[in-house]
């Protein structure tokens, strides 16, 4: 047990790194300027490291529930962790050498960070469904509202990573069947949508945890839990319509 604690402390600590990481470039983008939207921008390096470090930290709090070997638990989260690294890496490679970092087939080197990058979104998809499916196991060691937010929690994250998913294989078929420059434009149609699912892994298992501290009994967490499901359910389907409607 006491290992199995340093090791979340150490996702915890690399999760705060790419925060500090996304941070800093935030900086960057005040102090130099340049456009925030665009397929070379500050905002990627500054938005994926907040965002990874943000996820990395959310899905080794969350993996703590699930019905896991301690094992399995570790290499899951390992691999994740550096799969993250991994993405942001190359982001900010990219945006410090003034160039787009996905759908990039401009070079060999550009097309290699591309590849990798297209890669490393294959893995957070392998490792995030394993967790995913684990999450709908049986599970008694959890109060009835925390396993709906786990639940919950992991099926907005997989509509995030299929959105992203769908937005890259959009960006590649325009960029080998029309044109470079327009892949970069259309690659982000479903930005919105992919940025709001991302994060119901955190918010809504925060919230179960939240209410656990306030005293309700857990009829009525659930039915809490369940509401606050609905609406985020609603908040992804505002956002994927408006993505389609303005793609």
């Known amino acids: 047990m006491g290992s199995e604690r340093r090791v979340e402390r150490l996702w915890y600590v690399l999760g705060a790194v790419l925060i500090a990481a996304g941070i800093f470039h935030l900086a960057v983008f005040v102090v ?34 699930l019905p896991l070997g301690e094992r399995l638990r570790t290499v899951l989260l390992g691999v994740f962790a550096a799969d993250c690294f991994v993405e942001v890496g190359g982001i900010t490679l990219q945006a410090w050498r003034g160039v787009p970092s996905h759908i990039n087939r401009e070079t060999a080197f550009d097309s290699a960070v591309s590849t990798v990058l297209a890669a ?15 999450a709908f196991r049986p599970n008694t060691r959890v109060p009835a509202d925390m396993r709906l937010a786990l639940r919950a929690g992991f099926v907005t994250l997989m509509i995030g990573l299929a959105t992203g998913a769908a937005m ?43 209410l656990a501290f306030v005293g309700w009994n857990e009829s009525r967490r659930l039915s809490a839990v369940r509401l606050a499901t609905t609406g985020y359910g609603l908040a992804i389907a505002a956002a994927l319509v408006y993505s389609l409607l303005n793609a």
């Open 32 to 65: 130099d300027g340049g456009p925030w939207e665009g397929p070379v921008s500050w905002r990627k390096p500054a938005t994926f490291g907040l965002s990874f470090g943000l996820t990395l930290i959310s899905i080794t709090w969350v993996a703590s529930y």
């Open 120 to 134: 490393g979104g294959g893995v957070l998809i392998v490792v995030l469904g394993i967790m995913a499916v684990t």
């Open 168 to 210: 890259i294989a959009r960006g590649v078929i325009e960029a080998n069947t029309g044109s470079q420059e327009t892949a970069y434009v259309v690659t982000g149609f479903l930005k919105l949508a992919h940025g709001v699912s991302l994060h119901g892994v955190l918010v809504l298992p925060a919230l179960a945890w939240f």
